[in-house]
């Protein structure tokens, strides 16, 4: 019996990257997963098939999370699918870099409306289903951008640096309703992303590192299962920095 056997776990921009990690860790542990991406391509299903395989009901669904609306209706679909909703993580992100005297107000708000917007939608639609429940885990990926900052990342960091506040609020306003929130700041991660990066670049990332290496997405799917389980369940409102010791 896995650590997340009989619960529910719905996790947005999943068909790639660190969600799809989390999304297969946590059916490894026995979890039902729902997961939504802006469209359910080639990748999303067969993201669908990999979490099959491993024995647990699975669906994607196609969702623009930064949409109010779209979300209460995905949200409802998903109850209505698996029964329950125990555990979110708002996982849905992009980014669009740039100085902050060369950014554009569009470059602004598509990262915040993404990154920021698309949690407070699905929480805003979880936490009623969870309150019946009496009880639920949130999960909000931040970055260690959104706690030190970043030059050139600046709706980056303040779009992260706000799901971190969020998870803090949440925690204060649901724990007596055995919610709990949380959020995980990845460092440096081998993705598809960092891997289009030259070598030398990325070895000079990995020499700043006290490990003395990049993080790798299961780094970050194991601190999900953590939060996401009752091995933490007397956490909450916190942020775990999963980084390698880069910040201290």
Same mark, same amino acid.
């Given at each position: 019996?896995?650590?997340?056997?009989?619960?529910?776990?719905?996790?947005?921009?999943?068909?790639?990257?660190?969600?799809?990690?989390?999304?297969?860790?946590?059916?490894?542990?026995?979890? +039902?997963? /729902?997961?939504?991406?802006? &469209?359910?391509?080639?990748? %999303? $299903?067969?993201?669908? #098939?990999?979490?099959? *395989?491993?024995?647990?009901?699975?669906?994607?669904?196609?969702?623009?999370?930064?949409?109010?609306?779209?979300?209460?209706?995905?949200?409802?679909?998903?109850?209505?699918?698996?029964?329950?909703?125990?555990?979110?993580?708002?996982?849905?992100?992009?980014?669009?870099?740039?100085?902050?005297?060369?950014?554009?107000?569009?470059?602004?708000?598509?990262?915040?409306?993404?990154?920021?917007?698309?949690?407070?939608?699905?929480?805003?639609?979880?936490?009623?289903?969870?309150?019946?429940?009496?009880?639920?885990?949130?999960? +909000?990926? /931040?970055?260690?951008?959104? &706690?030190?900052?970043?030059? %050139? $990342?600046?709706?980056? #960091?303040?779009?992260? *640096?706000?799901?971190?506040?969020?998870?803090?609020?949440?925690?204060?306003?649901?724990?007596?309703?055995?919610?709990?929130?949380?959020?995980?700041?990845?460092?440096?991660?081998?993705?598809?992303?960092?891997?289009?990066?030259?070598?030398?670049?990325?070895?000079?990332?990995?020499?700043?590192?006290?490990?003395?290496?990049?993080?790798?997405?299961?780094?970050?799917?194991?601190?999900?299962?953590?939060?996401?389980?009752?091995?933490?369940?007397?956490?909450?409102?916190?942020?775990?920095?999963?980084?390698?010791?880069?910040?201290?």
């Amino acid at each position: 019996m896995g650590l997340l056997t009989g619960k529910t776990a719905l996790i947005t921009g999943a068909a790639r990257g660190i969600g799809k990690g989390i999304a297969l860790k946590f059916a490894a542990e026995g979890a +039902n997963i /729902a997961f939504t991406d802006l &469209v359910i391509d080639e990748n %999303g $299903q067969a993201t669908e #098939a990999e979490i099959a *395989a491993l024995g647990v009901k699975v669906k994607g669904y196609a969702s623009n999370a930064a949409d109010f609306a779209q979300t209460e209706e995905v949200v409802n679909k998903v109850k209505e699918d698996f029964g329950s909703i125990d555990i979110l993580v708002n996982n849905a992100g992009i980014t669009k870099d740039g100085l902050m005297l060369r950014m554009t107000e569009a470059q602004w708000d598509a990262v915040i409306a993404v990154n920021l917007k698309s949690a407070f939608n699905f929480i805003h639609a979880c936490t009623p289903i969870m309150m019946r429940q009496r009880g639920g885990s949130i999960i +909000n990926m /931040a970055s260690v951008v959104g &706690v030190h900052g970043n030059a %050139g $990342q600046c709706n980056y #960091a303040a779009s992260k *640096a706000g799901l971190i506040a969020l998870a803090k609020s949440i925690a204060q306003e649901m724990g007596a309703k055995g919610i709990r929130a949380n959020a995980i700041a990845p460092g440096f991660i081998e993705t598809a992303m960092t891997a289009a990066l030259p070598d030398d670049v990325r070895k000079a990332w990995a020499q700043k590192i006290p490990l003395r290496r990049a993080g790798q997405v299961e780094d970050i799917a194991n601190t999900a299962v953590f939060l996401a389980s009752d091995l933490s369940s007397y956490v909450t409102g916190q942020v775990i920095e999963v980084d390698g010791g880069m910040n201290m």
